[in-house]
């Protein structure tokens, strides 16, 4: 994620979730030519996806206590204020608070809602660095 913050309301990061990393590594590496590299992320495993000097994205290993019958995806994230807000605001207009909100070390808080009509996206509050 860039240095900095996005405007409020922007689509800001994008990452594929997926059971199967080294596979997805491979075909994104094959087909793009992303330069995947390890992000160092303690933890978990969390590849970041270069184009050139440029993050385009992130690579994740599916949460273990994630339903297993939840395929792969693609999760954008949308950048807000105030996480917290927005996720009690998001609930009150119907929407479903899938996770968070939640702290991710060094690079913000996030939550992740399915909206009234079912699409699911993620709200996250950058730091600023």
């Known amino acids: 994620m860039a240095n900095d913050r996005p405007a409020h309301g922007t689509f800001c990061w994008n990452e594929l979730v997926t059971h199967d990393v080294e596979k997805a590594e491979k075909f994104y590496g094959d087909l793009i030519g992303w330069k995947i590299t390890d992000s160092g992320m303690p933890g978990m495993v969390y590849k970041m996806l270069n184009a050139g000097e440029i993050q385009a994205g992130g690579l994740m290993a599916m949460p273990p206590e994630v339903p297993k019958d939840v395929p792969s995806h693609w999760m954008s994230y949308i950048t807000v204020e105030d996480v917290d807000a927005s996720a009690k605001k998001a609930r009150e207009l119907g929407a479903e608070l ?6 991710i070390p060094t690079v913000g ?17 950058l730091k600023m660095k």
């Open 98 to 103: 899938i996770h968070g909100p939640q702290d």
């Open 109 to 125: 808080r996030f939550c992740i809602i399915k909206d009234p009509v079912g699409a699911v996206v993620s709200l996250i509050t």
